[in-house]
C-alpha cells in the first residue's frame, strides 16, 4: 500500500530554533500535501494544503510566515517551523495523496520547544 | 461548512464488551466521504474505512462495523467484544465533494479505554 513517512518522528529543541519536518511519498507521486497540528488532547487541525510547485494554501488563523512549506517535488514536502517557541508544541503530521486518491498519512512529529 | 461531531470524548468499558462510537456530520454537499481513523499511544493514525455518501450500506469487518444513515447525518461505529488492544482515540472525519483526496475535517475524537 501507499507509505508516507514523516521525519524526524520527535523533536526536542530551544526556544527560537527553528525546525523543518519532512513528508516524503515512498511508492506514489504525491500532487497534494495536508498538514495538520494535534494539540494533546484534541483534534487534528489542517494547517495547510500544497499542491507540487505552488505555494501552499493555508487555514485561516495559520501564519504563512512562521509555518514555512514547500513542496518542491511530487514526493517531498517541508514544514519549517520559524523561530520556534513553547506555544508551538505539537504533534505535526503530514498526508499525501495522488490525484484524487484518498489521503496517506505519516507517522507525525512531536514537537516540544523547552 | 463542514462539521464532523463526535459527542463522546470519553469512553471506559471492560473488556469484552461492545461498544459504539458515535459521529454525527453536517455538510451542504451531496458528495462527500466519511472515514474513521484509530489513533492508538503512539499517535499514527491508522487508516479503517473510507464511505461514500452514496453507499449506505452498513459495513462489517472483523469485529468492527459501521452504521452509516444519511436520514440523521450520522457514521457510527461500533466494536464488539472489545478487546485491551482496542485501546485508543478513534476518529471520524469528513471530506466533501467527489475527490476522495480532499481535506479532512475531523470530529474531537473519542477516546476509548478497554479495561481487563
Known amino acids: 500500500g501507499a507509505v508516507v513517512s514523516q521525519h524526524p518522528s520527535w523533536v526536542i529543541c530551544k526556544s527560537g530554533t527553528s525546525v523543518k519536518i519532512e513528508c516524503r511519498s515512498l511508492d506514489f507521486q504525491a500532487t497534494t500535501m495536508f498538514w495538520y497540528r494535534q494539540f494533546p488532547k484534541q483534534s487534528l487541525m489542517l494547517m495547510a494544503t500544497?499542491?507540487?510547485?505552488?505555494?501552499?494554501?493555508?487555514e485561516q488563523g495559520v501564519e504563512k510566515d512562521k509555518f514555512l512549506i514547500n513542496h518542491a517535488s511530487l514526493t517531498l514536502s517541508t514544514l519549517t517551523v520559524t523561530s520556534a517557541h513553547p506555544e508551538d508544541s505539537s504533534f505535526y503530521i503530514c498526508s499525501a495523496r495522488h490525484s484524487n486518491q484518498p489521503q496517506h498519512f505519516g507517522d507525525g512529529t512531536r514537537l516540544s520547544i523547552l | 461548512a463542514q462539521k464532523v461531531t463526535q459527542a463522546q470524548t470519553e469512553i471506559s468499558v471492560v473488556e469484552k464488551e461492545d461498544v459504539t462510537l458515535d459521529c454525527v456530520y453536517e455538510t451542504r454537499d451531496t458528495t462527500y466521504y466519511l472515514f474513521w481513523y484509530k489513533q492508538p499511544p503512539s499517535g499514527e493514525l491508522v487508516f479503517l474505512i473510507r464511505?461514500?455518501?452514496?453507499?449506505?450500506q452498513n459495513e462489517i469487518s472483523g469485529r468492527y462495523s459501521w452504521n452509516f444513515q444519511k436520514s440523521t447525518s450520522s457514521f457510527n461505529f461500533t466494536i464488539t467484544a472489545s478487546q485491551v488492544v482496542d485501546s485508543a482515540v478513534y476518529f471520524c472525519?469528513?471530506?466533501?465533494?467527489?475527490?476522495?483526496?480532499?481535506?479532512?475535517?475531523f470530529g474531537g475524537g473519542t477516546r476509548l479505554m478497554v479495561k481487563p
Open positions: 500544497s499542491n507540487e510547485g505552488s505555494k501552499a494554501t493555508y
Open positions: 472525519a469528513l471530506s466533501e465533494g467527489i475527490n476522495a483526496g480532499n481535506m479532512l475535517t
Open positions: 464511505r461514500n455518501s452514496f453507499d449506505e
